[in-house]
């Protein structure tokens, strides 16, 4: 036997199993550019520079017969020829010491020819003329594959929705002439295809349909807030007058009597108590310097009067202090499926009221505390958690027409936690200082007495939301 039907009868197995033979630097002498691919190759696959190492040969063609010259090339190779009818045209080629498989190569990229074996037979074709051939081999064999009676399988799912899977099943296995019709009353697949798709399509349900674990999270919310307030203030009251009545005059027809008393706030004093019966309202001791405070939680008074009642003098000097803590705790639990959202709403809804035409529209607003948690197992045993958090709450100490604002605090966050353990969700935390102070003009710079002509509060508010959060898997 010779070399070459050597290599022959090693191709044809390894092509039977569907694998190449290594070639042997002989064997790529004689075959490169031929049985050693077995199929059609476009041009920018044929082999470099580098991968030739047939026998050198010389050769000169000057407008020769192109059917002519791959003759020679089956003569020099040893190799079984089949030129197809549709190869025409001419060869000019000069060629010295070149290595007769690259000289192939380089008259067939010239020529837009191509490759392909058939057993012991290589045979030469344009490549157009591969290609189509190539697409019409594939067409068939589709058609083959296609060919057949549809079998209808229903399948009723357990778990998973059958609008869910529909879809699904059809991108993934089923075959062009393949359907799937749903039954949602019974949660059922309604699949016809071919014997091998619909079993396939079976496969993949099995899959697929099965119960997913769920995810208790049990959630505690913390809110605790300090608000702590601390007044100092003063408080004046005067009165003078002259009057016939009490022997002080101007001792003139006009004025024949007169009075000074403060106008800054409400009548106190002696005069509040009605000591002086014989003083008109307009006399009465008024508070001429007002900078108490609200609520005061301790005063303390002094008033000095003259005995006819001409001067009255009153002081009241007033602090107030509170400190305030609020903790509220809740401790809420939801199940939920694996992937799906779970909410945890707590709250009011504040009633708001709108005048159109007439009309009087009440409407509800949220204020609540809202969490919303989409838990994801992986396949570590740890859960991952997407979570929104939204804090509203109504503000009444800035209400307008009865109707308070809406302070709105929210977050976003996505955690990884293992399964029973809990995480810190870090909460929104705000903290408030204010410190006011309330002066008479002037009088407030002198020293010492300035202290009793000025009102001082300060006030300092910390509101802190803690959420905890605890994943536990329920399978």
């Given at each position: 036997?010779?070399?070459?039907?050597?290599?022959?009868?090693?191709?044809?197995?390894?092509?039977?199993?569907g694998?190449?033979p290594?070639?042997?630097?002989?064997?790529?002498?004689?075959?490169?550019?031929?049985?050693?691919?077995?199929?059609?190759?476009p041009?920018?696959?044929?082999?470099?520079?580098?991968?030739?190492?047939?026998?050198?040969?010389?050769?000169?063609?000057?407008?020769?017969?192109?059917?002519?010259?791959?003759?020679?090339?089956?003569?020099?190779?040893?190799?079984?020829?089949?030129?197809d009818?549709?190869?025409?045209?001419?060869?000019?080629?000069?060629?010295?010491?070149?290595?007769?498989?690259?000289?192939?190569?380089?008259?067939?990229?010239?020529?837009?020819?191509?490759?392909?074996?058939?057993?012991?037979?290589?045979?030469?074709?344009?490549?157009?003329?591969?290609?189509?051939?190539?697409?019409?081999?594939?067409?068939?064999?589709r058609?083959?594959?296609?060919?057949?009676?549809?079998?209808?399988?229903?399948?009723?799912?357990g778990?998973?929705?059958?609008?869910?899977?529909?879809?699904?099943?059809?991108?993934?296995?089923?075959s062009?002439?393949?359907?799937?019709?749903?039954?949602?009353?019974?949660?059922?697949?309604?699949?016809?295809?071919?014997?091998?798709?619909?079993?396939a399509?079976e496969?993949?349900?099995?899959?697929?349909?099965r119960p997913?674990?769920?995810?208790?999270i049990?959630?505690?919310?913390?809110?605790?807030?300090?608000?702590?307030?601390?007044?100092?203030?003063?408080?004046?009251?005067?009165?003078?007058?002259?009057?016939?009545?009490?022997?002080?005059?101007?001792?003139?027809?006009?004025?024949?009597?007169?009075?000074?008393?403060?106008?800054?706030?409400?009548?106190?004093?002696?005069?509040?108590?009605?000591?002086?019966?014989?003083?008109?309202?307009?006399?009465?001791?008024?508070?001429a310097?007002?900078?108490?405070?609200?609520?005061?939680s301790?005063?303390?008074?002094?008033?000095?009067?003259?005995?006819?009642?001409?001067?009255?003098?009153?002081?009241?000097?007033?602090?107030?202090?509170?400190?305030?803590?609020?903790?509220?705790?809740?401790?809420?639990?939801?199940?939920?499926?694996?992937?799906?959202e779970?909410?945890?709403?707590?709250?009011?809804?504040?009633?708001?009221?709108?005048?159109?035409?007439?009309?009087?529209?009440?409407?509800?607003?949220?204020?609540?505390?809202?969490?919303?948690?989409?838990?994801?197992i992986?396949?570590?045993?740890t859960?991952?958690?997407?979570i929104?958090?939204?804090?509203?709450?109504?503000?009444?100490?800035?209400?307008?027409?009865?109707?308070?604002?809406?302070?709105?605090?929210?977050?976003?966050?996505?955690?990884?936690?293992a399964?029973?353990?809990?995480?810190?969700?870090?909460?929104?935390?705000?903290?408030?200082?204010?410190?006011?102070?309330?002066?008479?003009?002037?009088?407030?710079?002198?020293?010492?007495?300035?202290?009793?002509?000025?009102?001082?509060?300060?006030?300092?508010?910390?509101?802190?939301?803690?959420?905890?959060?605890?994943?536990?898997?329920?399978?």
């Amino acid at each position: 036997m010779s070399r070459i039907e050597a290599f022959v009868s090693r191709l044809l197995v390894c092509l039977a199993i569907g694998g190449m033979p290594e070639l042997t630097g002989h064997d790529r002498g004689v075959l490169h550019g031929g049985v050693a691919h077995a199929r059609a190759m476009p041009q920018g696959e044929l082999g470099g520079a580098g991968d030739y190492v047939g026998d050198p040969v010389s050769m000169e063609f000057q407008n020769a017969e192109l059917r002519s010259v791959l003759r020679t090339f089956a003569e020099i190779s040893g190799l079984n020829l089949v030129i197809d009818p549709q190869v025409t045209g001419t060869v000019d080629v000069a060629l010295v010491d070149v290595p007769w498989d690259q000289a192939f190569d380089v008259i067939l990229r010239a020529n837009g020819l191509g490759y392909e074996a058939d057993g012991t037979v290589v045979r030469i074709a344009p490549l157009t003329t591969l290609a189509a051939e190539a697409d019409e081999r594939r067409a068939r064999a589709r058609e083959q594959a296609l060919a057949g009676e549809l079998v209808v399988l229903a399948r009723p799912l357990g778990y998973a929705r059958a609008l869910d899977l529909a879809d699904l099943v059809t991108r993934t296995v089923l075959s062009p002439r393949g359907q799937i019709q749903i039954d949602d009353r019974t949660n059922t697949l309604i699949i016809a295809d071919l014997q091998q798709h619909v079993g396939a399509a079976e496969e993949l349900i099995d899959e697929l349909d099965r119960p997913e674990p769920q995810v208790q999270i049990q959630a505690r919310i913390v809110q605790a807030s300090q608000d702590y307030l601390r007044e100092l203030g003063v408080q004046w009251g005067v009165a003078g007058r002259v009057a016939p009545e009490i022997g002080n005059t101007t001792a003139l027809a006009f004025p024949n009597r007169g009075g000074v008393s403060g106008r800054a706030g409400g009548v106190q004093g002696p005069a509040a108590a009605g000591a002086d019966p014989r003083a008109v309202r307009t006399e009465d001791s008024g508070t001429a310097v007002d900078l108490g405070p609200a609520a005061p939680s301790a005063s303390l008074g002094l008033a000095l009067g003259a005995i006819d009642g001409s001067l009255n003098l009153d002081l009241v000097l007033s602090a107030a202090e509170s400190d305030g803590h609020v903790r509220i705790l809740s401790n809420p639990r939801i199940t939920t499926q694996n992937n799906v959202e779970a909410v945890i709403t707590q709250g009011d809804q504040i009633p708001i009221q709108t005048v159109a035409n007439n009309t009087v529209t009440v409407t509800f607003r949220d204020a609540a505390l809202r969490l919303a948690v989409t838990p994801q197992i992986t396949t570590a045993g740890t859960v991952i958690m997407r979570i929104e958090i939204g804090n509203d709450f109504a503000d009444f100490s800035r209400q307008v027409n009865g109707v308070p604002p809406i302070v709105t605090q929210s977050a976003s966050t996505t955690v990884q936690v293992a399964d029973g353990a809990t995480t810190v969700i870090g909460g929104i935390y705000e903290s408030a200082r204010t410190r006011s102070n309330r002066r008479v003009p002037g009088i407030h710079r002198v020293p010492i007495l300035g202290w009793f002509f000025r009102g001082r509060a300060e006030r300092r508010r910390t509101d802190e939301l803690l959420i905890f959060l605890t994943p536990r898997v329920v399978r």
